[in-house]
């Protein structure tokens, strides 16, 4: 079956301009993950959906970055004014259950680049 | 300050031989352990878990092993094959639900 696909793979922008990048999980998974994993580190949580709404957003640095996923399915998170900081590879993960601990299945990442 | 530290960036082994890749953490609020590999291009794959009741977990060729009291773990792949070569990330996650914390993650090279 397909697994999370992620577009764009590549997006690169300039500062101050917006940005979405969206995320489509496994058919039936009901949580969903971001995540920014910059150069050199490993994965950073960003936020975590169940179903539509979002049950943790601990992980999003600033009020310059927001996610949606309306219909419990899709997901973008949206990024305004970008700095160069943003640059990074975003993933998105989908699970069966509801536990950060049940195997996340992870896209292969959309990297952003912000001149 | 990180919480899961892998303080080895790159591991070299050969073929056939075993390769101990090794995790570090601080919080002792963690409770549940993961491993999580990753080829260029790819998102990260689960590999393996524990939990903190246990002191080892085996899945194969995978096994891995928890020393609570030193707040360390390891992972331990035997036989070696070269389509481990990989970067190999260790994350963490509290009770209560909390988000995984990764490591900064160690680049295995299996040299055929």
């Known amino acids: 079956g397909a697994g999370v696909s992620q577009t764009p793979s590549n997006k690169v922008t300039e500062k101050g301009k917006y940005v979405e990048l969206r995320c489509d999980p496994i058919?039936?998974?009901?949580?969903l993950y971001w995540y920014r994993q910059s150069l050199g580190q490993g994965p950073e949580f960003l936020i975590y959906?169940?179903?539509?709404?979002?049950?943790?957003d601990s992980g999003l640095p600033n009020d310059r970055f927001f996610a949606v996923r309306p219909e419990g399915s899709v997901s973008t998170l949206k990024i305004q004014r970008t700095e160069r900081g943003d640059s990074a590879v975003y993933l998105c993960?989908?699970?069966?259950?509801?536990?950060?601990?049940?195997?996340?299945?992870f896209g292969p990442g959309t990297r952003l680049t912000v001149l | 300050d990180q919480q899961v530290k892998q303080n080895s960036p790159s591991l070299s082994v050969q073929e056939g031989r075993i390769s101990i890749l090794n995790c570090d953490y601080t919080?002792?609020?963690?409770?549940?352990f993961l491993w999580y590999k990753k080829y260029p291009a790819e998102g990260p794959t689960f590999l393996i878990s524990?939990?903190?009741?246990?002191d080892k977990n085996e899945d194969g060729r995978f096994t891995v092993f928890l020393n609570k009291s030193a707040k360390h773990l390891s992972l331990h792949i035997v036989p070696s094959q070269p389509g481990d070569s990989a970067v190999y990330f260790c994350?963490?996650?509290?009770?209560?639900?909390?988000?995984?914390?990764f490591g900064k993650g160690t680049r295995l090279s299996v040299i055929a």
């Open positions: 993960a989908s699970s069966h259950g509801g536990a950060h601990t049940d195997t996340q299945y």
């Open positions: 058919s039936g998974h009901t949580a």
């Open positions: 959906f169940q179903g539509t709404g979002a049950a943790d």
């Open positions: 919080n002792s609020m963690f409770d549940y």
């Open positions: 524990i939990s903190s009741i246990k």
């Open positions: 994350a963490a996650s509290g009770a209560g639900n909390t988000p995984l914390v």
